[in-house]
């Protein structure tokens, strides 16, 4: 039980992509330069069909196997974030206020890799669809590409994705079924009261203390609404008001996230905060408004397909090297809309002792390409063998 011996003789070249799409990153839906190589490779690796420009800069290749069979799809992201690295690395960003601090680029290389020896083997029956995705990062890639037809164009029977876990050790992959990130939603609160001169507040409506109590109410109503037992955070992290030290102004914004991970929860929430904000402004004699913003949903492992997962992790790293008990995390993540229309599931593998994910000395580890590259075929022999 290790990594396949194909992958020996392409880690050279893998690890030099990887470090190349290091050292140029790009962002959400701005990804021309990636996208092009990555289409540029299937192309060169034999894909039967190669398709770029799915959800504006996705692409999408399709591998066929050597007779007629189900269809299961291979997801990775390709974005990067808006972050300055500093990791001191020879491959650095050469892009200033830019970095892979999240491993897309080594998500991208470990399935372009298996794409390469799928291609060469095909010893697999049916199809396999290998995403490319954009804009993971906020920019909802992976419903811009399903609304851009990319399962009415190629139906697909399963979907699977893999993220990178650091401080997990390498050669480890963790996973659970049902929910396993949560639900990232957006709000803006606007408190809109009188404004005027500060020596006589009396003649105004000061949205302030408006705005303080909204911000001790909302955790309140966390600690008191919701069952102890349900997953979710309301964090408001700005506050924006006001010009002048002498002015009280008229209106404060108030910018904060929500994360859930049950959509009852989450529509519980949206309704109790509106209540809050409408009431407790009305209260004051202010004005109160909510712009709640749904951006990704809860992702949500399928139960057959967290096990058709972690199958193929144990043939890969052996059963005491994958666990089946992965704690959840309210982060988010896109490949929840492809779950909510095709069964699958979403592993994580081990980034080895390793800055977090959106750290500026975070860096992917090349020492797991080869284990992703073996997981990757070996689900797809698995789930599509040979008759």
Not at 88 to 101: L, Q, R
Not at 165 to 187: A, C, H, K, Q, Y
Not at 291 to 302: E, G, K
Request: aromatic share 6%.
């Amino acid at each position: 039980m290790a990594v396949e011996n194909w992958v020996a003789k392409e880690i050279e070249e893998l690890t030099a992509f990887r470090r190349d799409l290091h050292r140029n990153p790009e962002l959400l839906y701005d990804v021309n330069r990636t996208a092009g190589n990555v289409a540029e490779r299937l192309r060169a690796y034999g894909c039967d069909e190669v398709v770029e420009g799915i959800g504006r800069t996705g692409v999408v290749g399709v591998i066929l196997g050597q007779s007629e069979g189900r269809t299961i799809g291979l997801r990775a992201d390709m974005d990067a974030l808006p972050i300055e690295e500093e990791t001191g690395a020879e491959w650095s960003s050469t892009v200033a206020g830019k970095m892979h601090a999240c491993g897309h680029d080594g998500h991208t290389t470990m399935l372009l890799g298996a794409a390469k020896q799928l291609c060469e083997s095909r010893a697999f029956s049916g199809r396999v669809l290998v995403i490319f995705q954009p804009a993971e990062e906020g920019g909802a890639g992976a419903d811009a590409m399903i609304k851009d037809g990319m399962f009415t164009r190629w139906p697909c029977d399963e979907v699977y994705g893999m993220h990178n876990r650091p401080n997990l050790p390498v050669g480890e992959f963790t996973i659970n079924e049902g929910p396993i990130m949560g639900s990232v939603d957006e709000v803006r609160i606007t408190v809109e009261g009188v404004g005027g001169h500060a020596a006589m507040p009396h003649t105004c409506v000061d949205p302030m203390p408006i705005a303080a109590s909204l911000i001790s109410a909302t955790q309140g109503m966390m600690a008191r609404s919701l069952d102890p037992m349900d997953s979710a955070v309301v964090s408001l992290c700005t506050i924006h008001g006001g010009d002048a030290f002498n002015v009280i102004p008229q209106q404060i914004e108030i910018t904060g996230t929500v994360r859930t991970l049950r959509e009852e929860v989450r529509e519980h929430i949206e309704a109790r905060l509106r209540d809050l904000v409408t009431q407790t402004c009305a209260a004051a004699g202010a004005k109160g408004h909510l712009a709640y913003i749904r951006m990704y949903p809860v992702t949500v492992n399928d139960p057959e397909g967290t096990r058709r997962a972690a199958a193929a992790a144990i043939e890969v790293a052996g059963a005491d090297r994958v666990s089946l008990d992965m704690p959840a995390s309210l982060g988010g993540e896109d490949f929840s809309f492809m779950l909510n229309e095709v069964p699958g599931a979403m592993i994580n593998i081990g980034n080895g002792p390793s800055a977090g994910l959106h750290h500026p000395k975070y860096d992917f580890n090349d020492d797991v390409i080869a284990w992703g590259c073996s997981y990757w075929t070996t689900l797809v022999r698995q789930r599509l063998p040979l008759g």
